[in-house]
């Protein structure tokens, strides 16, 4: 799997958009970028994935630069709810391999 | 349809004991996933398998740990002779393939949590 680097935090004004950034400049070609989130202590939540085109969803936005090498998340309006670690995770499919991810914190 | 179904939630257990946790995966799905995540870090891939198979076990442990899941029934993760490093949150997952690019989800449970005294 491409190893991705994540900022280890990040804070956002509640009603703001979150822009969560990840670098995975060693991605190869049949590798996905998926977005996953973990709030306090449940299971992980799948968010978004996505391979060269940007997607959007209900939940969020995913970004991704032409090259491939790094992708923004984006949280349209952050709520409270949404305080949690995001990971991004680059994999060809059949597996998960899950980093230290970035924890974002929404402030009222 | 329900989700992914872990059991029990919480689990005391002294140490030398046996752990079994179970993981029924969401309907239709016949590949499973365990994650460990120990207080305070990141979840750390156990095993993956499929129905009464082992696909890949790279995360596991050499010596103690043991999962299966059966035809019938639930996926089991057997965790023998257990120690306080046991104690962690583990996580299964499941996908109705192994190839899960078409739809990107792995359904995760809610965990099971286990500490050892």
């Known amino acids: 799997d491409a190893k991705t680097t994540q900022p280890p935090s990040m804070d956002c004004a509640e009603g703001r958009a979150a822009n969560l950034p990840c670098n995975h400049s060693?991605?190869?070609?049949?590798?996905?970028v998926y977005w996953y989130r973990q709030i306090h202590s449940q299971g992980p939540q799948y968010i978004i994935h996505g391979l060269k085109n940007n997607e959007t969803n209900e939940m969020a936005s995913l970004i991704i630069t032409e090259d491939r090498k790094s992708s923004t998340l984006i949280l349209p309006h952050a709520t409270l709810r949404d305080t949690a670690v995001y990971y991004c995770i680059v994999n060809a499919g059949n597996m998960l391999t899950f980093g230290g991810g970035t924890r974002l914190m929404v402030k009222p | 349809n329900a989700g992914v179904m872990q059991n029990p939630r919480h689990l005391v257990r002294r140490r030398g004991q046996e752990a079994r946790l179970r993981c029924s995966p969401m309907k239709g799905h016949s590949h499973v996933y365990w994650y460990r995540q120990l207080p305070e870090e990141g979840l750390k891939f156990m095993v993956y398998?499929?129905?009464?198979?082992?696909?890949?076990e790279s995360g596991m442990p050499k010596e103690r740990f043991s999962a299966e899941f059966p035809k019938e029934g639930p996926s089991i993760l057997r965790i023998q002779q257990v120690v306080r490093g046991d104690s962690a949150a583990y996580f299964c997952?499941?996908?109705?393939?192994?190839?899960?690019?078409?739809?990107?989800?792995?359904?995760f449970g809610e965990g099971s949590r286990l500490t050892v005294l």
């Open positions: 997952a499941s996908s109705p393939r192994g190839r899960f690019r078409d739809t990107g989800e792995l359904f």
């Open positions: 398998l499929q129905k009464e198979n082992i696909i890949d």
């Open positions: 060693t991605i190869s070609g049949n590798e996905y």
